[in-house]
């Protein structure tokens, strides 16, 4: 049955360059792609990479719009809360907040599910990341040993799987613990999902160079994969100036 509340059928993070860019990534790794060499030349620009960008931009065009591709994170998880998205794809982080009785209209509603995968039986395609840490600053006037005696307090199991209310612990065994419908689908997506990479190229050059072309795609006459070889030349020309690509 229709829904009258409903005002866009699904949501993904597009609204910004590094919005698109997280969302590629993960897709691309998910189609099991790399998006360097080990050499640090570019390998986005493949067809793991191409079938990942388009597989984005269908999903934007079938169930987004334009209108769509306005919604940050923060107003997809708005609406989902408040009826106006009937599905959305976001970071784990703002799950909690759907069964907030000050937060969300619909608690106990909304079901949660693991990441897509890019194809059958595939991994999930989402890589896991910390929005914030913790750490002890070398000219703090604060005794280190009394900063780190805090910070373990607020790490050990009751203080997490209460926090689990608002946010993704980081101890599996929260999961088992804490009244919190949307773990499951975290951990089983962490478990099954696919391979971050750290290289240092990727943070310096590849994100800042990605953020920049990727949203280009949302034009209907966008050549995908020309777009991705201009990014590659882009992240080759730059890669080389700071060292990370020699001849």
């Not at 390998?43 to 334009?66: H, K, R, T, W, Y």
């Not at 194809?119 to 913790?134: E, I, V």
């Not at 966008?222 to 020699?246: K, M, P, R, S, V």
Request: hydrophobic fraction near 45%; proline fraction near 6%; charge should be negative.
């Amino acid at each position: 049955a229709e829904e009258d509340s409903i005002d866009i059928p699904f949501t993904i993070n597009l609204h910004a360059g590094c919005a698109w860019r997280i969302e590629i990534v993960d897709m691309v790794l998910g189609f099991e792609g790399q998006l360097l060499n080990e050499d640090n030349t570019p390998a986005f620009n493949s067809p793991e990479g191409v079938a990942a960008l388009q597989q984005i931009v269908d999903l934007a065009n079938a169930c987004m719009g334009p209108e769509g591709l306005t919604y940050s994170i923060d107003d997809s998880q708005i609406s989902m809360a408040t009826g106006g998205l009937a599905m959305m794809q976001t970071w784990a982080t703002r799950a909690a907040a759907m069964d907030d009785p000050d937060f969300s209209d619909l608690v106990g509603e909304i079901e949660f599910a693991p990441a897509p995968r890019a194809f059958p039986d595939g991994p999930y395609a989402a890589t896991g990341g910390t929005g914030a840490g913790l750490a002890i600053p070398a000219n703090g006037n604060v005794d280190p040993e009394i900063a780190f005696l805090v910070m373990m307090e607020a790490l050990d199991l009751d203080s997490q799987v209460g926090a689990a209310q608002f946010g993704v612990a980081s101890r599996l065994e929260v999961a088992e613990l804490a009244n919190a419908r949307y773990l499951p689908a975290v951990f089983e997506t962490i478990e099954g999902g696919v391979e971050g990479n750290s290289v240092p190229a990727i943070g310096a050059v590849l994100n800042p160079v990605l953020d920049q072309f990727l949203p280009r795609a949302a034009d209907p006459d966008a050549d995908l994969a020309a777009l991705l070889d201009e990014a590659a030349a882009a992240y080759t020309e730059e890669a080389t100036l700071q060292g990370f690509i020699t001849e």
